[in-house]
């Protein structure tokens, strides 16, 4: 009998065996949820001008010195200032500009007074706003009576204030939402260069399959496995390719997978791995063959492309499969075909695997300790590691723990009971029973 | 002056005017992600027919019984049975008939004996698994030694034992993960009638804004607004699209929006919204006209097409506009010109109003208590609900409570602070300073 592998030691083995994507340049928005490969500096400073907080005047602190409503500052307003403008008038003496939110503040300037301490140029009382410049093109000159004094750089953005040039802005590494997304555009970089979203290939296997929709004849499922690992895998953050179901035969699995392969950056399926006479994927993968193999028939850099195929010390998901194959040694998981085998499979082994080729940690997904509720314990055969679907409830107000309850039966094939659970419950090989109110581990799913 | 809105005002005046997408049929797949509208019934039975759960051998209870390794049960190989098998062998008495996981039990059979607990029809000792069937096909014939007997029904998944028919899968408002989308699969659905996501377009506005990667000339900045909005709305499950940024004219952005408004189910524009002379969004979008007026030029159903301004008693975030648009009257949100005023305002009002539109509950984002910690206490304009910027860490194992720590000024153009923050720390109108070690609400984000 061969070696009976443990869950960790499968996934280090994946894991040890995965390199992340080569880089790319992506235009910024299509970068959106990978990491940076590089850390990015700030070219320039941002703000790259100071510039007013503030619709208001932009102002001299001596002209407006002791100003009050009653005793107001009356200042000669020489011109607009709008967010972009160019070519700036000097404020001097007894003078003011109108000055918009984000405009440069112009020479001669040292403080802005916000609109609302003014009149707005009206010369009645105190403004809420200013006038569109369209209906009141006149309020960008005459008079502005300020109703109270400002201190030096009142209201003033100061060049740099945000981010020095020079600096870095973001490290490598960092996986970039939509602030990170936003703080790249500031600094004026329309494209970054991050690792791509892996490309995963997704069949299921199996002559029983038929596409939902279709009606079912003697004998026969519809397929539900390509679409689980399919939506998990675009979940996981991939770019999926669903092929769908393939029958059980060695010739035809093995060149669908070689036609695959082109498109591949990862290949996963399901079913075909155990120790029944038609398994075709152990039969397809385990022989001693090469994809891509060049035209004297050898493989194309003289690797084989064995896939390994293994017992887990695992409930449910017992028989998985794991090798590199074709001339880009491209990683292929095979998963066992119960749905819940295999769901269960994908987020043990292939997710770690998509955030791998991603360069994004953690490639685990994060565990929390609950109590197990209900008032049934809880049995697992002993030996094995089993990962029963649950229920989470996080933790109220004043707990220090949340709770869990089990969904469904340990069956893998009951998969209404999977699509009512949002958390596996992650119960160890020694462990053979746990009682109502003991903490568990759980993987809270998305 | 006119009133100050809340935030919880505005938003739930956001709330009152957005109904639900209507619902469309969608391919599974294209369904992930969104909610179902229906309830749906299971046609068949699942599995839909009694079925092995093991690769091994079907047999009669009464022909086993006492086997053992030592005095073996002896019978006949009537045949193999394989997943998706159709025309079935009887099992009659002294027969077996091989079985593959999956394949349906054939008549007289009453369990199945796993192929590790006989010799695999090899005559040495206990198999380790079936020969494959094109390497070694006299294995579906001939005779096979069981060591071990079974009971009623052992190894046997029933029909109808994972799901019955005529009961609901899943029900109406049900949001498809992984999972779900399987269950239906499994249940034979290709297509499932969901909300679909909601298509947002987002524009820019201020003639300040050049397209990140272009160079800069006096007094303009990099357009960051419409990156950060267009990947917001992406993550908050829209399909989004981003027109970019659009010059402070009136009349070109009235111009733009009626085009947008084809392919909008949601409008959200930056910039333009406050008291300042040239805040084009509040000149263009605040008088009383239509867009997608009839030939008379008369609105298309007699509605007004004005959005309304408002002050909100928020920082940042201050200046806000809401309305409903256009023939379709396509809601229109539009938000502050500083990065941050309008990327928290997304968070805020924008992205509850996604979820709106998709049916998917709660629409708000949940929060956290968490204690401040830092060394210096906050303080907050009174009156004013502030929402800061913060880095969340989780309690530990042993903690109640997690902890929180603000994350640069509170100076709404600080883009870079935003970009190190994972939550917003919501200080109350009436809070004008928390102390390190004070409880606050936290909105962590993704």
Redesign the interface.
């Known amino acids: 009998?061969s070696k009976t592998w443990s869950v960790d030691e499968h996934l280090e083995d994946i894991l040890r065996s995965i390199r992340p994507l080569e880089p790319i340049e992506l235009n910024?928005?299509d970068a959106?949820g990978c990491a940076l490969v590089e850390d990015v500096i700030v070219p320039?400073a941002?703000?790259?001008?100071d510039n007013s907080?503030m619709?208001g005047y932009a102002v001299r602190i001596a002209d407006v010195e002791g100003a009050s409503e009653e005793f107001p500052a009356v200042l000669s307003v020489i011109g607009?200032i709008?967010?972009?403008?160019?070519g700036?008038p000097t404020v001097s003496s007894g003078q003011a500009a109108?000055i918009?939110?984000?405009?440069?503040l112009p020479p001669g300037a040292e403080a802005v007074v916000p609109?609302?301490w003014t009149d707005g140029g009206t010369g009645s009382g105190p403004a809420?706003?200013?006038?569109?410049?369209?209906s009141?093109p006149q309020?960008?000159s005459g008079q502005v009576r300020v109703h109270r004094p400002v201190v030096p750089r009142q209201h003033v953005?100061a060049k740099g204030?945000?981010?020095r040039p020079g600096t870095v802005?973001?490290r490598a590494g960092t996986v970039?939402?939509?602030?990170?997304?936003?703080?790249?555009?500031?600094?004026?970089?329309?494209?970054v260069t991050v690792r791509p979203r892996p490309r995963v290939v997704v069949l299921s296997t199996?002559?029983?399959?038929v596409?939902?929709?279709?009606p079912?004849?003697?004998?026969?499922?519809?397929?539900?496995?390509?679409?689980?690992?399919?939506?998990?895998a675009?979940?996981a953050g991939a770019i999926p390719y669903?092929v769908g179901a393939v029958a059980?035969d060695?010739d035809t699995l093995r060149s669908t997978i070689e036609d695959q392969l082109i498109r591949a950056d990862l290949l996963v399926t399901s079913g075909g791995v155990?120790?029944?006479?038609?398994?075709v994927v152990?039969?397809a993968l385990s022989r001693v063959e090469a994809f891509g193999a060049d035209e004297d028939g050898e493989p194309a850099d003289g690797a084989s492309d064995a896939v390994e195929f293994r017992r887990l010390a695992m409930q449910p998901g017992k028989p998985q499969g794991f090798g590199l194959i074709g001339p880009d040694r491209t990683p292929i998981l095979t998963l066992p075909?119960?749905?819940v085998s295999a769901?269960v499979s994908?987020e043990l082994f292939v997710r770690p695997a998509v955030r791998a080729l991603m360069g994004q940690e953690p490639v685990r997904r994060p565990t929390v300790?609950a109590r197990l509720s209900g008032e049934s314990e809880l049995t697992s055969p002993e030996g094995k590691r089993q990962f029963l679907r649950g229920a989470y409830t996080p933790?109220a107000?004043?707990?220090?723990m949340g709770s869990v309850s089990p969904v469904g039966g340990s069956?893998s094939?009951?998969?209404?009971a999977?699509?009512q659970?949002d958390a596996l419950i992650d119960i160890p090989e020694k462990t053979s029973r746990v009682v109502p109110g003991r903490e568990v581990t759980v993987v809270p799913?998305?």
């Open positions: 009998m910024l928005l959106q320039a941002l703000p790259p001008f907080s619709d607009d709008a967010a972009g403008s160019a700036l109108r918009m939110t984000g405009a440069p609109v609302e809420d706003a200013m006038r569109a410049h369209s009141a309020d960008a953005r204030s945000d981010v802005a973001l970039l939402g939509p602030a990170q997304v936003g703080l790249l555009a500031a600094v004026g970089r329309g494209a199996g002559s029983e399959l596409s939902p929709g279709e079912l004849g003697p004998g026969q499922i519809h397929d539900a496995n390509s679409f689980v690992l399919t939506a998990a675009r979940a669903r059980d060695a155990s120790v029944g006479a038609y398994d152990k039969e075909g119960n749905p769901y994908f300790s933790p107000e004043d707990e220090e069956g094939h009951l998969i209404a999977l699509a659970a799913l998305d």
